[in-house]
């Protein structure tokens, strides 16, 4: 019988294949009390076993080392380095070591209850990429209790199948011949992941993850196709049915009828079209019809994106969350050669082109050091964050700023502060960046220019450009959290994530006036939120007079085919129109 199964879509095309299910990696845990006499030898226990998964993601970091780079991307490696860094941290083990001795609980009981006081603290966390962390938590301890047990890893490795590309008549046929297999898991590990890359799978259905999850991530970078969140998939989907993923809609099909496969054998290789049409536009420069020059720019984590952003056709880095080098490091926060030798890779990784690094956004939910969370207050979204932390914190911030600068003079940098609000934060800030120039002078170490530039994300900061445009060289919109604020919705809350609109007129209009002010004043403004990369925005946008986006590199390509497209001259009236509309999603939704 036919049925479908619903996901968040991660990775966008169709897959057709039959099902390999890899059973649920979680073990029975036995609970019970130990001697006093013997808490040395439980502690070992737990040690070696941690030692051992340590062991095995060394050697995995080892083998991608000598693999082809084009084979293996960046991102898997480091997840890796994620799962390392979770086995060593200290709050993990020195809890499961508190309750081995205090409690005299079982190793395995110690580390799965510690397991769950760290978790409750990621369910906190209002950033959902760090929120969904948790999973990778789950998964180092799965496997340090499976190397105390001396159980196997539980990835299924195919047999018999080599997994070549079958043809229609194939698929509504019978099931002799070698198909495309779809891996079906409760949860990938990365290196499940990097076994995955080099096997026979099609596409890959989870039970949870979210689109920031680590299998979404590399979902994306291999542009494979996957759904992740189907709740309930690695129960429903038996052995060796037949499955189709439609990544683009989120959706899982089991056992599909033929008139149903035929469907989706046809949306298949039309996606295969369109993905070669889109590879033709990699040189097309982005001009609109009526002669409109529009800057695509790619959204990094870490300075060897770069070279994803390049391969896409990036003319820039839009947004360097900086931030992703602060995190996890128990206190050990980066220094100013750590950090200025990361900002220098990126910037030589443009291979000229501008580089806009954002200053470190944490704070609240997104603490730098665990130990240093304020469980006091009860909405962090509101609380000590951004710039709020940094200038709560001038040497840290100033050691950020001296890095930015000296890494400037080996290329263009746009320094970027987000979370601005009030006339005093942006003098203040504007101060400490002159203390940091005066200290490098100081000290005689070279650096270059900046242009500065500030977050719109607040609605106060968007009502009040007139001071923000005095201040700064230009402006970047970040339509996540802009959205969340005006709309005063939290989008870690399942229970109204449905209310987070970017359609809604409000956030229509302050992001339209920021454009407009800031074309008034010759000041350029961009996008830097997931607004700028859904392809269904590009033409509004557009017609509200927007010239630069930045989003995700796999989203270029498909971003620049609606700019050529598109005719700006005849597009303002229709977004004044948009913006003016009590439902401005239907009327796009006819447009487009």
């Given at each position: 019988?036919?049925?479908?199964?619903?996901?968040?879509?991660?990775?966008?095309?169709?897959?057709?294949?039959?099902?390999?299910?890899?059973?649920?990696?979680?073990?029975?845990?036995?609970?019970?009390?130990?001697?006093?006499?013997?808490?040395?030898?439980?502690?070992?226990?737990?040690?070696?076993?941690?030692?051992?998964?340590?062991?095995?993601?060394?050697?995995?970091?080892?083998?991608?080392?000598?693999?082809?780079?084009?084979?293996?991307?960046?991102?898997?490696?480091?997840?890796?380095?994620?799962?390392?860094?979770?086995?060593?941290?200290?709050?993990?083990?020195?809890?499961?070591?508190?309750?081995?001795?205090?409690?005299?609980?079982n190793a395995e009981w110690a580390l799965t209850t510690q397991l769950e006081v760290v978790a409750r603290q990621f369910d906190e966390m209002e950033d959902e990429y760090l929120r969904e962390r948790k999973a990778d938590l789950e998964q180092i301890t799965e496997k340090v209790l499976r190397a105390m047990r001396g159980v196997a890893s539980p990835l299924v490795q195919p047999l018999g199948r080599q997994g070549r590309k079958p043809s229609q008549q194939d698929l509504l046929l019978d099931d002799t011949v070698d198909v495309p297999l779809i891996l079906i898991a409760h949860d990938l590990s990365p290196a499940d992941m990097l076994q995955f890359k080099q096997s026979v799978f099609a596409g890959f259905i989870t039970d949870v993850g979210g689109k920031t999850s680590h299998?979404?991530?590399?979902?994306?970078?291999?542009?494979?196709?996957?759904?992740v969140g189907a709740r309930l998939s690695s129960h429903l989907?038996?052995?060796?049915?037949?499955?189709?993923?439609?990544?683009?809609?989120?959706?899982?099909?089991?056992?599909?009828?033929?008139?149903?496969?035929?469907?989706?054998?046809?949306?298949?290789?039309?996606?295969?079209?369109?993905?070669?049409?889109?590879?033709?536009?990699?040189?097309?420069?982005?001009?609109?019809?009526?002669?409109?020059?529009?800057?695509?720019?790619?959204n990094i984590e870490m300075p060897e994106d770069a070279a994803a952003a390049l391969a896409a056709g990036a003319v820039g880095v839009g947004l360097f969350r900086s931030e992703f080098m602060f995190m996890g490091r128990h206190g050990k926060l980066p220094n100013e050669e750590e950090q200025f030798q990361a900002y220098k890779r990126a910037v030589e990784g443009m291979q000229g082109l501008p580089v806009t690094i954002r200053t470190v956004d944490v704070g609240a939910d997104k603490p730098l050091d665990d130990t240093l969370r304020d469980d006091a207050h009860l909405n962090p979204a509101l609380g000590l964050r951004a710039i709020r932390w940094s200038l709560a914190d001038p040497a840290m911030f100033l050691t950020q700023l001296r890095a930015i600068l000296r890494a400037a003079a080996f290329g263009q940098i746009h320094l970027l502060i987000p979370m601005l609000v009030h006339a005093s934060e942006i003098r203040q800030t504007i101060a400490l960046i002159d203390h940091a120039r005066v200290q490098l002078d100081n000290r005689g170490v070279a650096y270059g220019p900046?242009?500065?530039?500030?977050?719109?994300?607040?609605?106060?900061?968007?009502?009040?450009?007139?001071?923000?445009l005095k201040y700064f060289d230009f402006l970047s919109i970040g339509t996540n959290d802009l959205i969340q604020y005006t709309l005063a919705i939290d989008r870690a809350d399942e229970s109204v994530a449905h209310l987070y609109d970017p359609m809604?007129?409000?956030v229509l209009r302050l992001v339209a006036n920021?454009?407009?002010?800031?074309?008034?004043?010759?000041?350029?403004?961009?996008?830097?939120?997931?607004?700028?990369?859904?392809?269904?925005?590009?033409?509004?946008?557009?017609?509200?007079?927007l010239r630069s986006f930045s989003m995700h590199p796999a989203q270029i390509l498909a971003v620049k085919q609606e700019v050529l497209r598109a005719d700006t001259s005849k597009l303002a009236d229709w977004a004044r129109q948009i913006i003016d509309d009590e439902e401005p999603s239907n009327r796009i939704a006819r447009k487009n």
């Open positions: 019988m036919t049925f479908a199964i619903h996901g968040l879509a991660v990775a966008r095309g169709i897959a057709i294949g039959r099902a390999v299910l890899v059973a649920s990696t979680r073990l029975d845990v036995a609970h019970y009390f130990i001697e006093p006499s013997q808490v040395g030898a439980e502690i070992r226990r737990m040690r070696d076993g941690r030692n051992a998964v340590v062991e095995e993601i060394q050697r995995l970091q080892a083998s991608i080392s000598q693999m082809n780079p084009k084979d293996t991307p960046h991102e898997l490696a480091a997840l890796l380095d994620v799962h390392l860094m979770l086995l060593q941290d200290v709050e993990l083990s020195n809890g499961v070591t508190h309750w081995i001795k205090d409690r005299l609980y299998t979404a991530i590399v979902a994306r970078s291999l542009d494979i196709p996957a759904v989907i038996r052995q060796d049915d037949w499955v189709v993923i439609d990544g683009d809609a989120g959706v899982v099909v089991v056992d599909p009828s033929p008139i149903i496969l035929a469907e989706y054998g046809f949306k298949q290789r039309q996606g295969e079209l369109q993905r070669g049409r889109l590879s033709r536009l990699l040189h097309t420069p982005a001009v609109t019809m009526d002669g409109q020059k529009i800057e695509l720019l790619a900046v242009k500065l530039g500030a977050m719109i994300e607040i609605p106060a900061a968007a009502l009040t450009l007139k001071v923000f809604h007129p409000a920021t454009i407009a002010q800031g074309k008034a004043q010759n000041k350029p403004v961009s996008v830097c939120g997931e607004m700028a990369g859904d392809t269904t925005m590009t033409r509004l946008l557009l017609g509200m007079g």
